[in-house]
């Protein structure tokens, strides 16, 4: 913990939004009962099934069931993530017009539900010109605002920075900032920052220089006050890859400094961190669990805990699976 820049500050470990993207297998209010028992503060949910065009929106039984879990459980913060399939940024008008249509439908089961955010990523410009994909994500983006805007929807859409796997757009900073600007700053606008995707974009987090490089980075081109949302994944894959795969708090090539500085840092405390880790029944609590451990200032790594025995491989292997 020495190598921190800053005082953990212990007031606030126990007000902190620190959770996970839960499942809503046998209603949507159960995201929030699993989430409360894994001793989550900040949930997401998909609304509807993410491989899918359609879904129902959501009755006003589930609505309600929803609100009375929310109150039971206490959880102060919750967002969904859209559907995989959407691409706001399509070439083919087919598929466009299925996007809208989707997005549309995303942001009013979550608005319905009185979720704050929508995360989404930007879609994928599919070799057929990048520079016109961000120009149609705009205009597409633009339309859905005015439209729920003029229906008085609260959500706001939050643009995930990506792993720029494929064709997938806003995997740079820059290229976020150039929709914030096509959109005018619109108020119900801001960002998810993934940690997994940005690192294998390349922005660097492990030591204390690269992490304040890709930090300030961010500021200067997208602005901290735009950022809402964190999704804390550490990767699989090295720097630079641009290939998306999730690792566990700490023991993906990001490691657990990283994330105690992150979750420490005075500039991003506030935020929620929601973790997106594979083997979610049996890891997402010990993945929470970590990252409220490093905001209280006791978990700095597999085998590099202050003051505990040395954790052997059998240990690490009985955590990790
Ligand atoms: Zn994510
Ligand atoms: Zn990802």
């Given at each position: ?30 995201a ?15 609304t ?17 069931k ?7 459980t ?15 940024a ?7 017009e ?7 439908s ?18 994928a410009?599919?070799n ?21 805007d ?10 995930e920075?990506?792993a ?9 900073f820059e290229q ?52 809402k ?31 105690t ?6 500039r991003l ?16 609590a ?26 052997h ?9």
């Amino acid at each position: 913990m020495s190598d921190l820049p800053f005082q953990v500050d212990e007031t606030i470990t126990n007000s902190r939004l620190i959770g996970a993207h839960t499942s809503t297998s046998g209603g949507l209010h159960n995201a929030l009962l699993t989430g409360k028992a894994i001793g989550c503060t900040a949930v997401q949910l998909f609304t509807k099934s993410p491989k899918q065009w359609s879904g129902s929106a959501p009755s006003p039984e589930a609505i309600e069931k929803f609100h009375a879990a929310r109150e039971e459980t206490g959880i102060r913060f919750v967002c969904s993530h859209d559907s995989y399939l959407i691409n706001l940024a399509a070439p083919a008008e087919d598929v466009m017009e299925k996007s809208l249509r989707a997005f549309t439908s995303e942001l009013e089961y979550a608005d319905a539900l009185g979720l704050s955010w929508v995360v989404t990523h930007m879609g994928a410009h599919l070799n057929k010109g990048e520079d016109a994909a961000y120009n149609r994500f705009i205009v597409s983006l633009n339309s859905i605002l005015d439209a729920t805007d003029k229906a008085g929807q609260k959500v706001g859409v939050a643009l995930e920075t990506t792993a720029g796997q494929g064709t997938g757009l806003g995997w740079q900073f820059e290229q976020i900032a150039r929709v914030l600007e096509g959109i005018n700053h619109h108020p119900r606008v801001g960002v998810c920052l993934d940690t997994c995707h940005i690192f294998v974009a390349g922005y660097d987090l492990r030591e204390p220089e690269a992490y304040e490089t890709t930090i300030n980075a961010f500021d200067n081109t997208i602005g901290l006050a735009n950022l809402k949302i964190i999704h804390a994944n550490d990767a699989k894959k090295p720097l630079g890859s641009r290939v998306d795969r999730h690792e566990h708090i700490g023991d993906g090539e990001i490691g657990a400094a990283a994330f105690t500085r992150l979750v420490n840092d005075p500039r991003l405390c506030h935020l929620p961190f929601i973790v997106e880790t594979p083997d979610s029944e049996e890891m997402h609590a010990v993945n929470v669990k970590r990252l409220r451990d490093m905001a209280g200032g006791q978990w700095t790594g597999n085998g590099r805990q202050e003051n505990a025995v040395p954790i052997h491989e059998e240990h690490e292997t009985q955590l990790t699976k």
